[in-house]
């Protein structure tokens, strides 16, 4: 039976005595009484608990003790002890052992559903690639699926068609978005003997591969073995308090036993007597308070986190968060907007976009994207061009007005004559890391036009807040390092590895680990094996279904200042859990001595009663706890507004 099955078990059998704990105090009274408790407690304890029982039981053969076995000693005590006092007309406590039960099933749910999340990423990672593609064979195209694609088939690639499997272009030629591979936004130009990739998307043209890499030898599938094993090499959150029940277990079952044997035989009370006090040690240390202490701070900070705009998905970052050493972010889509952006317009704004925009409306390149899109917010209006003329490798030239016009590199312009004032703003923007493009009329250059994917506004700000917490900032991309550094500089990285492949990305997430934790963060399928080897992955919300499935913290909003909220919020949920367990055990600690009975002879008491008040009560501290979790503040002081 699954856990989410007992929890509602447990909970549907436990809500009558509920009720009675509410309403007993305004004469409402259960039907049947204890034997009702008895047997709605019965089940709770055969259908519900009966799994930790048989683990605490396997584990006590092994001479080992866990959260199961604080589990399975608080409820059958509680359990058993009950019966016993219900047949010599003494007050009982079902409840306890139905509670506890329920509550710590409460916490495993929400364990198992995180966990759950996880796995998604691989099943996400394998729909990427394409179900079939057309084969050449014996002369005939024959669509096959891709499960029949044998190295050395020859595969023809129509436009917007994704690519199926590795390989190399025998003939034609296109534009291919490789942005899930390489994380580089602008589509790629591909020729005969340039290589492709299985599960990226082909541009505007029609080309054929050679097959050389297939089935699990396929860089996705590659990428799908590495996010596979870095989810298998998690921690457990659980594992501080099956540490802290490992001690506390034996701890407790030593005190009550000696509590019965001291009342019993060394002051001579009656076995009734020093069974209560025995009893109410067990009963004050129940895990009630214990199954809260997780469940309830990450409901809290999750949900907080979650009107953040920040999605906080597992215990497990929580944890490691708290000795995060460096942030490593990749560059596209995730520092930068993602999109080619027009930066700069060297000559007559109006003039150079407006021409740059008529021809480039007929170009499929995709820097004419961004150009078109800079000429329209500026409002400007592109004209009509004739004798349109892409020359491949340069640029591309028209006819406007009856002149002709023409943008593109300096390939382009043979005798055509650039003032020096130009070629000095031409190296400029070149040592900037931006692509630069002619603009001309007739037989000179009028302006010039620097393309870049530009920082996001709020970058800057991000990395500050960071840094200023002592985090280290790296930047780590498939992009070129004169751009990286570039935009590094920009919004104050402090250390760029670029022409990084992904296969690669985890390997440097693993090498940036030998100093310490580290949170990654990233927006792109070529991300999600990074995402998930570091001890902290961050997907970006505006990134790819694996890249969110793959990280342990997702950023709604897309903002970039929300990585130190995220950290910030992180660590401060795990320490509420960490305070949490102090509460679940000091009324035990503190409660225990009297429990036992030690100050008895001075008229101070605590029988099971009142053991299991003190128990409540612990259980409220640690609610109210995690409450005022909605009450932190996260606010970066270096953040600028």
Known sequence: MTITKRFW?????????????ILKPFGWMMPGGEWTMFALTTVVMVVAAGPFIRSAWASFKKHHSNMDTLVAIGTMTAYLYSIYAMATNQPVFFESAAFVTTFVLLGQVFEERMRNNAS??????????????????????????????VVGDIIKVRPGEKIAVDGQIVSGASTIDESMITGESMPVEKKVGDSVVGATVNGTGTFTFKANKVGNETMLSQIVELVKKAQNSHAPIQGLTDKVSAIFVPLVLIIAILTFLIWYVFIGASVASSLIFAVSVVVIACPCALGL?????????????????????????LEAVNDVKTVIFDKTG???????????????SAQVLGIAASLEQSSEHPLATAIINKAKDSKLTIEPSQDFKAIEGKGVQAVIDGQTAFVGNDKLLNDVSVSDELKTQM????????????VGEGQRVIGLIAIQDAPKPTSKDAISALKSQGLKTVMLTGDNQAVSQAIADQVGIDQVVADVLPADKADQVKKFQASGKVAFVGDGINDAPALSTADVGIAMGSGTDIAIESGGIVLVKNDLRDVYKALELSKKTFNRIKLNLFWAFIYNVLGIPVAAGIFYFIGLTLSPELAGLAMALSSLSVVTSSVLLNRTKITPSAQVA
């Not at 078990?9 to 704990?21: D, N, V, Y």
Request: glycine share 8%; aromatic share 2%.
């Open 9 to 21: 078990i447990s909970l549907i059998f436990s809500l009558p005595m509920l009720a009675e704990m």
């Open 120 to 149: 998604n990423a691989v099943e996400k990672l394998v729909n990427l690639q394409a179900k079939d593609a057309e084969v050449i064979r014996d002369g005939k195209v024959v669509k096959v699926p891709i499960s029949e694609i």
């Open 293 to 317: 202490a997780t469940p309830t701070a990450l409901m809290v900070g999750t949900g907080r986190s979650a009107r953040m705009g920040i999605l906080i998905k597992n215990g497990e970052v």
């Open 334 to 348: 995730t520092i930068t907007v993602g999109k080619p952006q027009v930066t700069d317009v060297i000559g007559d």
């Open 427 to 438: 190296a400029t923007l070149q040592q900037e890391a931006k692509t630069v493009v002619f």
